[in-house]
């Protein structure tokens, strides 16, 4: 249990970037608001709030892992972390410190957002509380990819990682605004081997009651959760060993 400390400290230093709780927090609200809009003047369910909703809970997780990401960037950056390498805290312990605070930040993102979906016409049943639970490795997903970065990247080299590049990838490559089968056959094979198009149809199966394609993305989208923390501890690891 020696992380929670580090997760305290952790979590003070979140708290104090108000800008980036609201941004991450307000922004999927706002994509709601413009994207419904849409939707009421044109003639096809191309925004769909049922499907719309799902997607954007998972779209608007992404930037987590700009947010992890900078934050073990930059204390990996000062002699903060020169200070903590000095204690008996292992790379594991490093991880799951810097994990943990944004966990219930971001859930709090996904029920605010599926909250505020329910004033556009969405149906906030039994299906979603299983919805919910299907986003939670979408969550620790997007944390991880955004530590492994941290712990490899300095903060401004995290921001065009997490920030642009996959910020677009995941808007582009998983389904969330179109069929990716529009893009053609070799972008869709190269989402389907992706996590991200899995985590929103995992959402968006659970939120139509379909249990059992749910399970089968969530394995996905389990999988390179699991590979991509084991990467960043190995990886945090081997910094430690550097200094």
Known sequence: MKFLVLSSRNSKEILRDPINLFFGVGFPIILLLLLSAIQLNVPTNLFHINNLSPGIVIFGLSFFSLFSGTLIAKDRASSFMMRLFASPLTSTDFIVGYTFPFVPIA???????????????????????????????????????????????????????????????????S?????????????????NFLPFVHAVDASRAAVHGNYSSAFSNLWW??????????VAILVFKKKMKNI
């Open 107 to 173: 859930f709090i993102q996904v029920l605010i957002t599926f909250t505020s979906s329910v004033f556009f016409g969405f149906r906030f049943n039994l299906n979603t509380l299983f919805a919910l639970f299907t986003v939670i490795p979408t969550i620790f997903l997007y944390i991880g990819i955004g530590l492994l970065a941290g712990s490899i990247f300095n903060d401004k080299q995290v921001g065009a990682v997490c920030g642009a590049l996959l910020t677009n990838i995941s808007a582009w490559l």
């Open 175 to 191: 389904g969330v605004w179109f069929d990716i089968k529009l893009l053609g056959k070799t972008f869709e094979n190269i989402a």
């Open 221 to 230: 989208v389990t999988a390179y959760t699991l590979v991509i923390f084991i």
